[in-house]
């Protein structure tokens, strides 16, 4: 394993020394106590307990549908297992773009009942005042821009963002306005490694990639997608780093082999 060695738990400030240092940051999903424990171990820099587990774990067709309650439960769970790496909770649609008062409610009660240190919305200068709000009241935010899959019918499905100019002039004032509202990170989907490249030398905070090229100051993916447990989900920006939906499939076979067969149990697993 080829994580850095580190007890203390990391912070936000961490993040912001690492931009200036050059030091990449590594950021993945995780949903349940299990998997936040062994991402843990493994020596990630954030777990991101993303908006996504409505498509991961509950089958839905988009993020849209996620709530609130639904965030807090799997936030509660994962930092069961986190003790380390900095959390952070996406807040879900309409949980903070109705008014800013709802969103520091919201993001209120994420930070209260979950223990997270951050949590994340989507959205650039239309977002900013309410990133203000949250940041002036002591709430850590993460930015994201570029594919922003709560927009992901405005914007005409999930594509890569920022290939005209003058969406990509959009895209890097929306980063200065983030910034300039106080985010500590900014996450930047499915845009040109050229425009991703341009925004995270232009900002003073790190940026956190995926589908953004390498010139980002961090990356982040999915884990069952990294896993390879995801098996119809292939976009080209992501790479497998095992085939778990294989070996998950073999394992349960093998068990249901041996059971129809009468070899299991035996009597080493027998009292």
Known sequence: MSSPTRDAP????????????????VVVTAY???????????????????????QVLAGEPSTLSATL??????????????????????????????????????????????GAQAVKLEGGAAMAATVGALVEIGIPVMGH????????????????????????????????????????????????AALA??????????????????AC????LVLPDLLGLNDDFAPKFLKRYASLGDEVRKAVGRYGDEVRAGTYPDAAHSF
């Open 10 to 25: 990391i912070t936000t400030r961490d993040f912001l020394a690492w931009k200036s240092k050059n030091r990449k940051i």
């Open 145 to 192: 821009l570029g594919l922003t899959p709560q927009s992901v019918h405005a914007l005409g499905g999930y594509r890569v963002q920022g290939r005209d100019e003058e969406t990509a002039r959009r895209l890097e004032s929306d980063a200065a306005a983030l910034e300039q509202a106080g985010v500590f990170s900014i996450v930047l989907e499915l845009l040109p």
């Open 69 to 114: 309650e639904q965030m807090i439960y799997h936030a509660r769970a994962v930092r069961r297992g986190v003790t380390r790496a900095l959390m952070v909770v996406d807040l879900p649609f309409l949980s903070y773009q109705v008014s800013r008062e709802e969103a520091v409610r919201n993001a209120g009660r994420v930070m209260k009942e979950t």
């Open 197 to 214: 490249g341009r925004i995270t030398a232009a900002r003073g905070v790190p940026t956190i990639g995926i589908g953004a090229g390498a």
């Open 32 to 54: 349940d106590a299990l998997f936040g424990r062994l991402v843990d171990e493994a020596g990630v820099d954030c777990v991101l307990v993303g908006d996504s587990v409505n």
């Open 217 to 220: 100051d961090g990356q982040v």
